[in-house]
């Protein structure tokens, strides 16, 4: 969400795996209550259409775009064996992803469980 941390990242050689989790933008506001109403894609869903391998290249990271979730773990896998910022850039559905925050927000966590 915030670009200065991938120069951040690369002044102090991090290694480091972001997951960008694509949705075109505007995406967390399919959460709101106003969904569905009129005119709501006009003045929330800010598609942005961007090609953030652009943004890998501009700070130097390594970038790979995964078009299926069975590419995900193959990809983590060579990834970590390398050095430096990388960025794995997956596009999702703003529907689907908000029926899927709906589906397992509802599962219950026994919280003293997890201390």
Do not use: W
Request: net charge negative; charged share 20%.
């Amino acid at each position: 969400h915030d670009l200065n941390g991938l120069a951040v990242a690369k002044t102090h050689n991090l290694n480091l795996t972001i997951i960008l989790h694509n949705n075109d933008g505007g995406g967390i506001f399919e959460y709101l209550p106003q969904k569905g109403t009129k005119h709501f894609d006009y003045l929330f869903s800010t598609s942005q259409g961007l090609d953030y391998s652009g943004a890998a290249k501009l700070y130097g990271c390594g970038y790979t775009k995964i078009s299926s979730p069975n590419e995900l773990s193959s990809v983590l896998a060579n990834v970590s064996q390398e050095t430096g910022v990388h960025i794995i850039e997956i596009p999702t559905n703003r529907e689907y992803s908000r029926e899927l925050h709906k589906k397992y927000t509802k599962v219950s966590v026994d919280m003293e469980a997890l201390l």
